[in-house]
């Protein structure tokens, strides 16, 4: 089992910056892909910003130039570096996991979310 925690939302005015944070715990054998999810209100949840294990990542078209992902293998976290941030990259942004556990096949966890608002 995977549990998720999630933290650096909050209220920043258009143009502004913020850091979101996940670090996954738990029994499991190895961290596989790590992304950011986003979920506006009335929209369907959508892919941020994906990383893999070895380090390649991808990015929505809309935020690529402004957000950046990282990670770090040994403490299992993610992070979402955001500039530039626009009333339009307003959404509960969801952290995402795949976990492959000690017995089993691979897994995909979520953490509850933090909401990210962008307004002046």
């Known amino acids: 089992q995977v549990q998720l925690a999630e933290s650096g939302g909050g209220l920043v005015q258009p143009g502004g910056s913020l850091r979101l944070a996940c670090a996954a715990s738990?029994?499991?054998?190895?961290?596989?892909?790590m992304a950011w999810y986003r979920q506006a209100p009335g929209k369907q949840r959508e892919l941020v910003a994906g990383i893999t294990r070895g380090g390649s990542t991808n990015y929505a078209d809309s935020v690529k130039g402004r957000f950046t992902i990282s990670r770090d293998n040994g403490k299992n976290a993610v992070d979402l570096e955001m500039t530039s941030l626009k009333p339009d990259d307003t959404a509960v942004y969801y952290c995402?996991?795949?976990?492959?556990?000690?017995?089993?096949?691979?897994?995909?966890?979520w953490g509850q979310g933090t909401q990210v608002t962008v307004s002046s």
């Open positions: 995402n996991v795949q976990a492959t556990p000690l017995v089993g096949r691979a897994s995909n966890y």
């Open positions: 738990g029994v499991f054998f190895r961290i596989n892909t």
